[in-house]
């Protein structure tokens, strides 16, 4: 008899997970944000060209994110709100990704950027066991450090050189992709690695092409109010000053759109309830996504994310 059926988790870990997802609850309730569950099946999708999803057999979508139904709650008068969400990806499983994985996610009517970053450090302080005080680096003060470049001002011809020069790609590939697929590269390969490799660091203020649902600052260059949160060089957290302008956001969805369609990928119905929303009126809010099966990973010390699961994808 094969133990194909035996968890992926300890019983150990199992019960971490269950003391996490408390300590979670009783830090929002301290702070009077309201939990909510909102749909797992949805008729819409998102439009991410980097974010694939599931598609059921009515034609329905498995929600990669619970953003979209929040932020209709916000539109209705909910006030802060947070979610301890099962969403779904379309990626291989992975030493730090499950296609099937936890999501915290909050939103923070009247906070800017920055007061929604100390609330995530103060949350990461009580579930890990840190001392506040991690680090904050802009995107601009990040790629200078551990890529050695300004990404606003290099073009993508000399980014590419410069990946060539450090062995990351070979001479022959890639000789035509645009400026944010080396930006993309050069994170990935060079400056998240590098990033909280003691405690957790920030970056904030990202390229304005790279918005994609946060506000842009105007200025030069323009900045998306945008943040991540890394850990031992992985991404935790994704956080934006969030964009309430209607007709932006459909303006995005459909650009969004037209590259999935020319790339050759599935082009899901973008979320017109979400427009509708807007439109109607949404406060002045920064919201974040936290994903609590790296958390636990890393605040265990396992080593493979499948380890913080009762059961991973392949066991499923």
Known sequence: MTQRWRPDASLATLKARAELNRSVRAFFVERGVL???TPLLSTHATVDRHIDSFQTRDGRWLQTSPEFAMKRLLAAGSGPIYQIARVFRLEEQG??????????????????????????????????????GFERLSYCEAFERHA?????AVSAASMRAAAVAADLVSAADFADEPADFWLDLWM???????????????????????AALAQVRPGNPPL?????????????????????????????????????REAGQVVPPYDVHLIDALAAG???TSGVALGLDRVLMLKLGLPDLAQTLAFAADHA
């Open 95 to 132: 030493r730090h990704h499950n296609p099937e994985f936890t999501m915290l996610e909050w939103y923070r009517p009247g906070f800017s950027m920055h007061a929604l970053m100390d609330e995530v450090e103060a949350l990461m302080c009580r579930l890990c066991d840190l001392t506040a």
């Open 224 to 260: 998306a109010e945008r943040f991540e949160l890394f850990w031992r060089g992985i991404e935790l957290a994704n956080g934006f000053h969030e964009l309430a302008d209607a007709a932006e956001q459909q303006r995005r969805f459909q650009a969004d759109q037209q590259a999935r």
């Open 148 to 152: 050695g470049f300004d990404p606003h």
């Open 282 to 284: 949404i406060p002045d």
């Open 35 to 37: 939990e909510v569950e």
């Open 188 to 210: 990935s390969r060079c400056v998240s690695p590098a990033l909280g490799t003691a405690a957790p660091a920030f970056v904030y203020d990202f390229p304005a092409r790279q």
